[in-house]
């Protein structure tokens, strides 16, 4: 059986690695601002990765939507919290973003299913 969340996180390590292992300085600082920038700060965490979820959503960012959902998980989010944002996301963002959200919920489920194992 497919474990989509560690094909995606196995993924992403993968190609993390090989980008910033050939790159200048200017993609690792970009790298690092991104990081900092979800350090908790005046917002704490969860409100970050909340706010990134919605851009993520609005842009269209499949990955960067896994990326986020998977932070508001261990962020110990609840199931409700993630869907009423997504839910603003989709009103900001229109239609076009309910592909999107349909491989989000489907991808919490995965995250769900994944602490059960």
Same mark, same amino acid.
């Given at each position: 059986?497919? $474990? @989509?969340?560690?094909?995606?996180?196995?993924?992403?390590?993968?190609?993390? *690695?090989?980008?910033?292992?050939?790159?200048?300085?200017?993609?690792?600082?970009?790298?690092?601002?991104?990081?900092?920038?979800?350090?908790?700060?005046?917002?704490? %965490?969860?409100?970050?990765?909340?706010?990134?979820?919605?851009?993520? +959503?609005?842009?269209?960012?499949?990955?960067?939507?896994?990326?986020?959902?998977? $932070?508001?998980?261990?962020?110990?989010?609840?199931? +409700? +919290?993630?869907? *009423? +944002?997504?839910?603003?996301?989709?009103? %900001? /963002? /229109?239609?076009?973003?309910? @592909?999107?959200?349909?491989?989000?919920?489907?991808?919490?489920?995965?995250? *769900?299913?994944?602490?059960?194992?």
């Amino acid at each position: 059986m497919s $474990n @989509p969340v560690k094909e995606f996180n196995d993924y992403r390590s993968r190609m993390n *690695e090989r980008l910033l292992d050939d790159s200048s300085k200017m993609l690792k600082r970009i790298f690092s601002l991104d990081k900092q920038a979800f350090q908790k700060g005046e917002l704490d %965490v969860a409100t970050k990765e909340l706010l990134g979820l919605v851009a993520s +959503t609005v842009l269209r960012c499949d990955d960067c939507i896994k990326y986020h959902l998977e $932070n508001c998980y261990k962020e110990n989010l609840s199931k +409700t +919290t993630v869907m *009423e +944002t997504l839910e603003i996301a989709t009103l %900001v /963002g /229109g239609t076009i973003v309910i @592909p999107h959200l349909r491989r989000a919920y489907e991808y919490w489920e995965a995250l *769900e299913s994944n602490s059960k194992i």
